[in-house]
Every structure is written in C-alpha cells, then in structure tokens.
C-alpha cells in the first residue's frame, strides 16, 4: 500500500504561482511514477503532469512552460511547481502513484483545492 498526502494548494490571482507538494509513505519508491492530476467539477480527472523514477517529465499541452514537476526520491516526495496560473487551473489536484508489476495499480491522495481568481 502506498499512502500520499498532498500540501499547498490554495488561493492564487491569475498571473500568480503556487507550489504543490505530495510527500508518499508506505511500499513506494523511486521505481513508482508519480503524478499530478486535477478535476474541476462537471469535467473528469485529467494528468496534469507526470514524472518517473528516472526523471523524465510529461506534461498536459495546456500546462507545458508554466507548470514543472520534480521529486526527491530520497523523501519520496514529489513538487509541482505552478507559473503563471490561469482561472482554468482551479480545481481539486491529485496527488498519484503507480505500482503494482506493470505499474497499473494506481494510489490516490485526498486531494488539495487551487483556486485562482481572475
């Protein structure tokens, strides 16, 4: 089992940045790919970016050049870094985690709101 518990979403103006961070407990590592996504109500959770243990980086198009994910795979934490926030960014960001032999069994944090006011 992996546990994941996410910090620092909140209220931001457009324009503005903020930083998420999910720290991860539990049966992970840095084998486990780590993502962000995020849901705003009425649309389905979407990958707002994604990293593995290696490193390498995938980002949806609407956030590419504003937002960067990064992790510590010493502390099992992974950071998304949030530029230049548009209204379209609020919503409920997911903390999430793969594991399983064919990394497909997926781990869930609760949840932290970003809201971003126009």
């Known amino acids: 089992q992996i546990q994941l518990v996410e910090s620092g979403g909140g209220l931001a103006q457009a324009g503005g940045s903020l930083t998420l961070s999910c720290a991860g407990s539990g049966t992970i590592s840095h084998m486990n790919p780590m993502a962000w996504y995020r849901q705003s109500p009425g649309n389905e959770r979407e990958l707002v970016a994604r990293?593995?243990?290696?490193?390498?980086?995938t980002y949806a198009a609407s956030v590419k050049g504003r937002f960067s994910i990064s992790r510590d795979n010493i502390k099992n934490m992974i950071t998304l870094q949030m530029n230049m926030l548009r209204s379209e960014d609020s919503g409920l960001y997911y903390c999430?985690?793969?594991?399983?032999?064919?990394?497909?069994?997926?781990?869930w944090g609760q949840g932290t709101q970003v809201t971003v006011s126009s």
């Open positions: 990293i593995t243990g290696g490193g390498r980086t």
């Open positions: 999430n985690a793969r594991s399983g032999y064919f990394m497909d069994i997926d781990f």
